[in-house]
Nanobody, 128 residues
Framework: QLQLVESGGGLVQPGGSLRLSCAAS????????IGWFRQAPEKEREGVSC????????FYADSVKGRFTIFRDNAKNTVYLQINSLKPEDTAVYYC?????????????????????WGQGTQVTVSS
């Protein structure tokens, strides 16, 4: 069974950068569409980015476009989310998720119900 573990979160000043990792075990990630979601305090979880298998179309929410980059390293069985120009409103728990049944079209945000494997989340806090 596929298992996902996120890492790379932390406390960063506005304008800073982080690289979040989503490492997989139990199966090969290049067979799955991967989504990144985030949940800020007292807000619903939102899909911010996704990438189809094996290295297909990507999607970015308007709020992160131009600042976030999703990419795969299939040799390491890991998907990354590079986050630049961080803003306080990016503060959230970030989750990666995987699905074998849906693709990332590049036009539609990832939706929670499409994803059936989830990591535990990693906290990103943007504050001066």
């Amino acid at each position: 069974q596929l298992q996902l573990v996120e890492s790379g979160g932390g406390l960063v000043q506005p304008g800073g950068s982080l690289r979040l990792s989503c490492a997989a075990s139990g199966d090969s990630l290049d067979s799955y569409t991967i989504g990144w979601f985030r949940q800020a305090p007292e807000k619903e979880r939102e899909g911010v980015s996704c990438i189809s298998s094996p290295d297909g179309p990507t999607f970015y929410a308007d709020s992160v476009k131009g600042r976030f980059t999703i990419f795969r390293d299939n040799a390491k069985n890991t998907v990354y989310l590079q986050i630049n120009s961080l803003k306080p409103e990016d503060t959230a728990v970030y989750y990666c998720a995987a699905t074998g049944g849906y693709i990332c079209s590049g036009y539609v945000p990832p939706r929670e119900y499409e994803y059936n494997y989830w990591g535990q989340g990693t906290q990103v806090t943007v504050s001066s």
